[in-house]
């Protein structure tokens, strides 16, 4: 069982950054593929990024170059870094824990999610 918690989501103005967090319980974080997605309001959740095991990265087209996703697991957390940030950024942001050192981008793949964490860009 893996337990996970956003944090860092805020109001950012255009063009600014933020850095989400999302800490996990237990002893086998280091071993999970770890995804970000996001879900604007009437929107079904979408891929944001993922980052598997063994330090493999895949990014959603909406934000390549933008933002950058990162793992410390000695620490058992996931980052998510926002660059850039567009109004059509604004959504609950979730981390996700899925199966071995696979890429997941589907919603489907992932076993354990977070509560969300809210990002709001204003124009």
């Known amino acids: 069982q893996v337990q996970l918690v956003e944090s860092g989501g805020g109001l950012v103005q255009a063009g600014g950054s933020l850095r989400l967090s999302c800490a996990a319980s237990?002893?086998?974080?280091?071993?999970?593929?770890m995804g970000w997605f996001r879900q604007a309001p009437g929107k079904e959740r979408e891929f944001v990024a993922a980052i598997s095991r063994g330090g493999g990265i895949t990014y959603a087209n909406s934000v390549k170059g933008r933002f950058t996703i990162s793992r410390d697991n000695a620490k058992n957390t996931v980052f998510l870094q926002m660059n850039s940030l567009k109004p059509e950024d604004t959504a609950v942001y979730y981390c996700a824990a899925g199966p071995g050192d696979t890429l997941w981008t589907s919603f489907y793949s992932y076993n354990y999610w977070g509560q969300g964490t809210q990002v709001t860009v204003s124009s």
């Open positions: 237990g002893r086998t974080f280091s071993t999970y593929t």
